[in-house]
């Protein structure tokens, strides 16, 4: 750690700098937008409607063309990490790591950012202060990319209670509406129980540990022999998890997901499925790969994460069946689906060759996945609300005759939410099956059963969707015209899912290389097997 006083790499932060302008630079012009285009002394040259119009739409752009410019710059950094300095670097005093790990979520978060943007601009619900809501937008993927490099206690938490505190904002956005306005609430209040249960798990770290920097833990707990000592930083584990897994959606703390899903503004609700939970566990894999990877420690976690792994997936997916509003169906998707990806979790800890060549880059290809399926499949739910207003399931019948093209889209989302080829999800699931059964423990193959079992069940499910869309009578007969906004998310959506499995190589390569060449995540977490 650099003893520089001012101990920050500017280029290193360039896209958190570029996110931080564009979302005050956004809410600035949202909120400005009135005075400028009436105030007396303006005398605009187009009437004041206009002129105001102009100003909102300048504030979106600003905010699209920021996301976009910081996407590419977080990518310019992993290349450089890659490229130009090998491994990771550290800097803010050690709070902050820069490596092709941090860069994958960062870009990965800011392409499903542009998607939900786009998503946003189609929706044609009661949506007022639009502007504000791409600000807000914004605001929420910086949070996400400091939580992408937080290598050290009070960073990670103040990433992630900025992401909290704008999320809570989200869901409530409707506030007019009581559903938006209770998921809102409820979202809140479970999430700030969430956020002190985590506080105190870093609080006692830092007590057994004296350092707040996840590497100072992990170097302290090396040396460490009291089993007593040992038990308190596993209970400390567990606390912090719980933050962690109200962030990801994980059992027992996903009471908030169903309500909070359904009564906020479906692109947010597609933005919390997918953007809120790849920065879940992006924290939880460098917090775990790099405090906590010691081997006296590190199967006891494991073990905890795959007991609770096969709880989420179970819960959600029979919980799922029941589901006649498409949007809950989708949250308890949700759910199950960050059962699949704690499956990756809980192997890193207990195997080598898992840890190598499936668990981790398994977690990172389904995260890439789950981001195209899932943002597809609300692109396709918008379609139809704006066109009907439902969005009960039963509303879909017969959508393959006034929309061939959104049933044949939303059949690929699906096929691949289930795993089934030649879709995306099939081959990041393979990944994280293999990952499991390559553990070789019988608690990691219980799991890999339990997550077959569960891919099963969910077929029921997601299979009804695409029954009702194909062999349904249609609820009415004018054909659906979609947004362009939504027609360019569906396909970019459907091309990627089936693009991640044609042509994998270079996905898995991505994937990989990302975890390789991140070497304070992989010196400890790897550092006991033999290479």
């Known amino acids: ?43 605009p040259a187009v009437p004041p409607e206009d002129a105001e119009g102009t100003v909102l739409r300048a504030a979106e752009w ?42 994958f979520f960062k870009v990965a978060v800011a392409v499903a950012t542009l ?37 050290e206690l009070v960073v990670l938490f103040l990433a992630v209670e900025f992401l909290s505190i704008v999320s809570y904002v989200l869901v409530g956005y409707l506030k007019n509406e009581p559903r938006s306005a209770e998921a809102g609430i409820k979202y809140f209040l479970f999430g700030t129980v969430c956020s002190a249960v985590m506080l105190y798990g870093m609080s006692l770290l830092y007590g057994l540990t004296g350092s707040t920097l996840l ?39 996903h009471q908030w997901v169903p309500d909070a899903y359904e009564g906020a503004p479906t692109p947010i609700t597609a933005y919390l499925s997918v953007a809120s939970k790849a920065a879940g566990f992006a924290v939880t894999v460098r917090f775990l790969g790099v405090a906590l990877a ?89 379609a139809v609300a704006n066109q009907d207003g439902v969005e009960e399931i039963p509303g879909y019948a017969g959508l393959a005759r006034r ?9 690929i989302f699906v096929l691949s939410l289930i795993g089934i ?19 070789s423990t019988p608690l990691m193959t219980t799991l890999a059963v339990v997550m077959f079992v569960n891919s099963v069940i969910s077929a029921y499910y997601y299979l009804n969707v695409v029954r009702q869309m194909y062999l349904g009578e249609p609820v009415a007969e004018k054909r659906i015209s979609a947004h362009l906004g939504l027609k360019l998310t569906v396909g970019v ?3 990627a899912t089936i693009a991640i499995l044609i042509a994998a190589e270079p996905f898995l390569a991505l994937s990989q290389d990302a975890v390789y060449t991140s070497t304070p995540l992989f010196s400890i977490l790897i550092g006991r097997f033999t290479w």
């Open 115 to 151: 998607l939900v943007m786009a998503m946003t601009a189609a929706y044609r619900r009661s949506f007022p202060n639009r502007p504000e809501m791409y600000a807000l937008l914004t605001l929420a993927t910086l949070a996400i990319f400091f939580m992408a490099s937080a290598s």
């Open 215 to 253: 590497q100072g833990i992990a170097g302290v707990l090396a040396g460490e022999t009291d089993v007593a000592r040992r038990m308190v930083v596993l209970a400390a584990a567990f606390f912090v998890l719980a933050g962690l897994g109200f962030k990801v959606s994980m059992a027992p703390f």
């Open 1 to 43: 750690m650099s003893s520089a006083v001012i101990d920050i790499r500017w280029f290193w932060v360039a896209p958190e700098l570029v996110l931080t302008f564009a979302g005050l630079a956004g809410l600035l012009a949202a909120a400005m937008r009135t005075p400028w285009a009436r105030h007396p002394f303006a005398r």
């Open 493 to 495: 959506c459907a091309v």
């Open 62 to 103: 600003i905010c699209i063309v920021g996301v976009a410019v910081a996407g590419l710059l977080a990518a310019a950094v992993g290349w450089s990490t890659r490229a130009l300095h090998p491994g990771v670097m550290v800097h803010f005093w050690g709070g902050m790591m820069h490596d092709p790990f941090s860069a």
């Open 294 to 382: 010691l081997p006296q420690i590190a199967p006891h976690w494991a073990a905890l994460i795959a007991i609770l792994a096969m709880i989420t997936m179970t819960w959600g997916n029979t919980a799922a069946i029941w589901q006649t509003n498409i949007k809950r169906m989708l949250a308890y998707s949700s759910i199950a689906q960050a059962g699949y990806i704690l499956t990756g979790v809980a192997a890193a800890g207990v195997a080598g060759e898992g840890v190598r060549e499936f668990a981790i880059p398994g977690i990172l290809l389904y995260v890439l996945a789950y981001l195209f399926m899932n943002l597809g499949a609300f692109a396709v739910v918008i």
């Open 421 to 439: 080829p030649p879709t995306a999800g099939f081959i990041a699931k393979l990944y994280l099956f293999l990952a499991a059964i390559k553990a």
């Open 403 to 411: 929309a061939p093209w959104l049933a044949a889209a939303m059949t």
